[in-house]
């Protein structure tokens, strides 16, 4: 019971001590916080889109064949359907077709994909909530509803109108934003596509173990072609991801670099005030261990108050705010931005991360100067 007196008595000292410094202490927390708020921002953005791209490749075909030619995707024939299918372990094969289609009028550039469901409808389409027309006289019909007719210029030139006949739930606007699902006959019109060819092909196998030994196959039976495994397109995502994470990183590292400076100006020296109030308490009777575990819950304190308040902040601008600050770098350039709300993902690894970067140093930057007064006698420190 003595050791919590002692304990609670320190605590209250290190509490009164803090309230006779407000103002610095205050701006102290608010430089704190703030950089603990940008690190935990592009944390949890980065982890979160992740996430989110891992749970949408669940569904993704195991794997993708693309035909090449010069190094760049073209329309791969679908008779090499036969070939492939008769690969032992391979499940099933499907032809795809998806491209792009570029509005002038409005600048956006749309995904256009064929649905089965679609194919007993010619002149339907469902699309996503960020698709939007704006007609030649500048007019953005915005929201764009059901029954709608939509106008598409097919590349021989002629005019093709489409009718809405659905909109793609909001809940899946990280993928369907700029989406538009067709007919095979009326993606093949816009495009001009000859029947016999598709995009890609799509695979699903028995074993995923047996995925590399059936793309080498592929290969040596089509050359021209280029397998690509889902799990390969996921990497793809965590680096893209990674690497603009560390862009941001690198633009705030002035913001970084003055905590630093600021982490090491407390290790380096106390100011006078502070030395006197230790020189005071020695020879009040405080021991050296007393005066250090005083300069710890004072570190403590500051650097926990400014931990939980920036991974507060954080939380409330990347799931609630929609990230504003860095969806336009970490979510990529386009004219059509998909408006969607990130499902929370924080990892403890990610709390641990920021806890040991931020609290641990600062917390330990604190106690060595106090350390170094703690141990000069009383009479010339007060005097200082």
């Known amino acids: ?43 949890f953005f980065s982890h979160s889109l992740k996430k989110e791209a891992a749970l949408i490749l669940q569904d993704a075909p195991a794997m993708t064949v693309q035909k090449l030619v010069a190094g760049r995707q ?59 027309w704006r007609s ?38 990280l993928v369907t934003a700029d989406l538009i699902l067709v007919s095979e006959t009326d993606f093949r019109k816009i495009f001009s596509i000859a029947t016999g060819q598709a995009t890609d092909l799509v695979l699903q196998v028995r074993n995923a173990k047996e995925l590399p030994v059936i793309a080498t196959k592929i290969t040596q039976i089509h050359p021209d072609t280029r397998p690509i495994l889902r799990e390969e397109i996921l990497r793809t995502y965590d680096a893209v991801f990674d690497w603009r994470s560390g862009v941001i990183i690198m633009v705030l590292a002035g913001v970084f670099l003055a905590f630093i400076i600021l982490a090491w100006d407390k290790a380096t020296g106390l100011s006078a005030e502070e030395k006197r109030e230790i020189g005071i308490l020695k020879a009040t009777g405080w021991e050296t261990t007393d005066i250090l575990l005083m300069k710890f819950w004072e570190g403590a304190a500051v650097s926990l108050m400014a931990f939980f308040m920036g991974i507060f902040l954080a939380y409330l601008h990347i799931f609630l705010a929609s990230s504003i600050l860095f ?15 990130l499902t929370p993902y924080i990892s403890g690894y990610q709390i641990a991360t920021l806890f040991f970067l931020t609290v641990i140093p600062y917390t330990v930057a604190t106690i060595v100067p106090s350390w170094r007064s703690a141990t000069i006698d009383p009479d010339s420190v007060m005097r200082m």
Not at 137 to 159: C, H, V, W
Not at 327 to 339: N, R
């Open 1 to 43: 019971m003595r050791a919590l007196e002692k304990q609670r008595n320190i605590l209250d000292f290190t509490l009164s001590s803090l309230g006779r410094r407000k103002g610095k202490n205050i701006a102290l927390v608010l430089v704190y916080t703030f950089v603990i708020f940008l690190l935990a921002s592009v944390l």
């Open 74 to 132: 073209d329309l791969i024939p679908t008779h090499y359907i036969d070939s492939i299918r008769q690969i032992k372990g391979v499940q099933s094969v499907a032809p795809r077709l998806w491209g792009y289609y570029y509005d002038a009028l409005s600048g956006a550039n749309y995904t256009l994909m064929v649905n089965a469901d679609l194919n007993d409808r010619a002149g339907e389409i469902v699309i996503g909530n960020g698709v939007s």
């Open 136 to 173: 030649a006289a500048g007019k953005r019909n915005q929201p764009l509803r059901k029954n709608e007719i939509i106008p598409f210029k097919t590349y021989d030139g002629s005019a093709l109108s489409l009718k809405v006949s659905g909109l793609l739930p909001f809940a899946s606007e």
């Open 327 to 341: 969806a336009p770098v970490l979510k990529g350039w386009s004219v059509l931005y998909p408006h969607f709300r």
